[in-house]
């Protein structure tokens, strides 16, 4: 009996010297991959920085229920480091906390998400009576009629101060469109319904975020402000930074009003707290963190998340974030319980794929290739150099050619040669609706025109001064000949 026990524990401990033989490896793999994929990472980032310009990231990721990684890059305009604790502006990625805080109200049955705005207004007494149609849902799903021309957003000057005052704005608003019918995205919807958040709860906006929402998630360096100075005359928050031929310009963020749709300033380790309470129910019941995730009746736009599918069939929430000094992208798989969330310190601008950053990452963390692209805002930019360059070059040549070419001018020749030169001075005048028209009709200032295509403008601005010349001095010869 006593051989047979020895040579039980023998082959028990053969099995156990078996066992941890393989375990040891397996266990020395896994940190070898996360540690590869993290220097892959990393160097996708740093490198698509440079490729773009961009000096300062704020990047958070959360897989299954963890938090996979937080980390920042880049540093302050006067030398310190950006971390994963670094507060940074979210801009739009705000409307997902407003919904949240509309549907927890919803939860408490202290609002119906069919039910009309105005009918939490009694006083309110709209001109146009379709506004007593706007439902709650409508404003979630950016479908309540209202849109950036009818109601002015970003080009209202003075901006709004207050809930209550752009509350006020209902009264003489006409709307382009039936509530529910048509989709336009419109930051009132969310201002609107942060002003519903504090008339039914008693709180502010911001103290309801932070009682309700940042507290229980343990987002401790999260807060929600009402204006952009605030984050200017805050200087734990980055400068922000547009990009000028490439080359990054600080600047401070211009005016406006964002309590609702775009007030929440946060970090990467706090994002990952928030993404990973997308996974479970904590803050609403599962049949409306079921709606919370779901698409609209008019689109992927449904209660401040684009909801879709990627090409492998799993449901994703994301949403973009855009100031014109910064910006802000985040993606969830819900499926695969993947969270990536990205701040930068550089604002929209046409040349900078903001997205390939999130869709890059994404593309490591699946063991999958991620590629640079070609078209960088380093590449663009150049070429926008030469194009600058090259208009003032031609201008120059041609206008010193024109007197060459008199025999030969016609009042026809002048009339068809005047439309075509003085193509460009119509472009450049009409940005603000050409970039609304395919803009999903948003109507951008000049300002953000200025730092979203500044390259694009100068060289808009010197073709069209090269063809005025031109044409002045064209003018001047043909009445001259005459």
């Given at each position: 009996?006593?051989?047979?026990?020895?040579?039980?524990?023998?082959?028990?401990?053969?099995?156990?010297?078996?066992?941890?033989?393989?375990?040891?490896?397996?266990?020395a793999?896994?940190?070898?991959?996360?540690?590869?994929?993290?220097?892959?990472?990393d160097?996708?980032?740093?490198?698509?920085?440079?490729n773009?310009?961009?000096?300062?990231i704020?990047?958070?990721?959360?897989?299954?229920?963890?938090?996979?990684?937080?980390?920042?890059?880049?540093?302050?305009?006067?030398?310190?480091?950006?971390?994963?604790?670094?507060?940074?502006?979210?801009?739009?990625?705000?409307?997902?906390?407003?919904?949240?805080?509309?549907?927890?109200?919803?939860?408490?049955?202290?609002?119906?998400?069919?039910?009309?705005?105005?009918?939490?207004?009694?006083?309110?007494?709209?001109?146009?009576?379709?506004?007593?149609?706007?439902?709650?849902?409508?404003?979630?799903?950016?479908?309540?009629?209202?849109?950036?021309?009818?109601?002015?957003?970003?080009?209202?000057?003075?901006?709004?101060?207050?809930?209550?005052?752009?509350?006020?704005?209902?009264?003489?608003?006409?709307?382009?469109?039936?509530?529910?019918?048509?989709?336009?995205?419109?930051?009132?919807?969310?201002?609107?319904?942060?002003?519903?958040?504090?008339?039914?709860?008693?709180?502010?906006f911001?103290?309801?975020?932070?009682?309700?929402?940042?507290?229980?998630?343990?987002?401790?360096?999260?807060?929600?402000?009402?204006?952009?100075?605030?984050?200017i005359?805050?200087?734990?928050?980055?400068?922000?930074?547009?990009?000028?031929?490439?080359?990054?310009?600080?600047?401070?963020?211009?005016?406006?009003?964002?309590?609702?749709?775009?007030?929440?300033?946060?970090?990467?380790?706090?994002?990952?707290?928030?993404?990973?309470?997308?996974?479970?129910?904590?803050?609403?019941?599962?049949?409306?963190?079921?709606?919370?995730?779901?698409?609209?009746?008019?689109g992927?736009?449904?209660?401040?998340?684009?909801?879709?599918?990627?090409?492998?069939?799993?449901?994703?929430?994301?949403?973009?974030?855009?100031?014109?000094?910064?910006?802000?992208?985040?993606?969830?798989?819900l499926?695969?319980?993947?969270?990536?969330?990205?701040?930068?310190?550089?604002?929209?601008?046409?040349?900078?794929?903001?997205?390939?950053?999130?869709?890059?990452?994404?593309?490591?963390?699946?063991?999958?290739?991620?590629?640079?692209s070609?078209?960088?805002?380093?590449?663009?930019?150049?070429?926008?150099?030469?194009?600058?360059?090259?208009?003032?070059?031609w201008?120059?040549?041609?206008?010193?050619?024109?007197?060459?070419?008199?025999?030969?001018?016609t009042?026809?020749?002048?009339?068809?040669?005047?439309?075509?030169?003085?193509?460009?001075?119509?472009?450049?005048?009409?940005?603000?609706?050409?970039?609304?028209?395919?803009?999903?009709?948003?109507?951008?200032?000049?300002?953000?025109?200025w730092?979203?295509?500044?390259?694009?403008?100068?060289?808009?601005?010197?073709?069209?001064?090269?063809?005025?010349?031109?044409?002045?001095?064209?003018?001047?010869?043909?009445?001259?000949?005459?």
């Amino acid at each position: 009996m006593l051989v047979l026990q020895k040579k039980l524990l023998l082959c028990l401990g053969c099995l156990l010297m078996t066992l941890s033989i393989f375990a040891a490896p397996a266990s020395a793999i896994e940190a070898r991959n996360k540690e590869e994929i993290l220097r892959k990472m990393d160097d996708y980032v740093i490198k698509n920085m440079k490729n773009n310009h961009i000096s300062g990231i704020s990047l958070a990721i959360t897989h299954n229920e963890d938090v996979f990684y937080t980390r920042g890059y880049g540093e302050f305009s006067d030398g310190p480091a950006i971390t994963g604790s670094t507060p940074f502006p979210i801009a739009s990625l705000s409307k997902s906390f407003t919904a949240l805080a509309v549907l927890q109200l919803v939860e408490q049955g202290l609002i119906e998400l069919d039910a009309p705005y105005a009918s939490y207004f009694p006083d309110l007494l709209p001109e146009d009576e379709r506004v007593r149609d706007i439902t709650i849902r409508h404003l979630l799903n950016q479908t309540s009629g209202l849109t950036d021309k009818v109601e002015p957003d970003m080009t209202r000057f003075p901006q709004y101060q207050s809930l209550e005052e752009i509350n006020r704005s209902l009264i003489t608003v006409k709307l382009a469109n039936d509530p529910g019918k048509t989709f336009s995205y419109h930051n009132p919807n969310y201002q609107y319904l942060a002003l519903l958040v504090e008339k039914v709860s008693g709180q502010s906006f911001s103290v309801y975020l932070k009682e309700n929402v940042f507290d229980p998630l343990g987002m401790s360096h999260t807060f929600n402000v009402s204006s952009t100075r605030q984050l200017i005359e805050n200087p734990a928050i980055p400068r922000g930074h547009y990009l000028l031929f490439g080359y990054p310009v600080s600047k401070a963020e211009p005016s406006w009003f964002i309590d609702g749709p775009a007030g929440i300033v946060s970090t990467a380790e706090d994002m990952a707290k928030w993404m990973l309470a997308q996974y479970h129910s904590r803050l609403l019941a599962p049949e409306l963190m079921e709606q919370f995730h779901t698409a609209g009746q008019s689109g992927p736009y449904g209660m401040g998340w684009l909801a879709e599918e990627d090409e492998l069939g799993d449901r994703t929430i994301s949403h973009s974030g855009i100031f014109w000094t910064y910006k802000a992208e985040e993606t969830i798989d819900l499926d695969q319980q993947l969270g990536i969330a990205v701040m930068f310190d550089s604002g929209l601008n046409a040349f900078v794929n903001y997205s390939a950053f999130v869709d890059g990452i994404a593309r490591i963390i699946k063991s999958e290739k991620a590629e640079a692209s070609v078209f960088t805002s380093r590449t663009m930019e150049a070429v926008m150099v030469l194009l600058v360059i090259g208009t003032a070059l031609w201008g120059g040549y041609a206008i010193s050619r024109i007197n060459r070419r008199k025999k030969s001018l016609t009042a026809g020749k002048l009339i068809i040669s005047s439309v075509g030169r003085l193509l460009p001075v119509l472009i450049l005048l009409s940005l603000p609706q050409l970039t609304a028209s395919i803009g999903a009709g948003r109507v951008l200032p000049w300002i953000g025109l200025w730092t979203t295509m500044s390259s694009l403008i100068i060289w808009l601005a010197v073709l069209s001064l090269v063809n005025i010349t031109y044409l002045v001095c064209r003018y001047r010869l043909y009445f001259q000949t005459r």
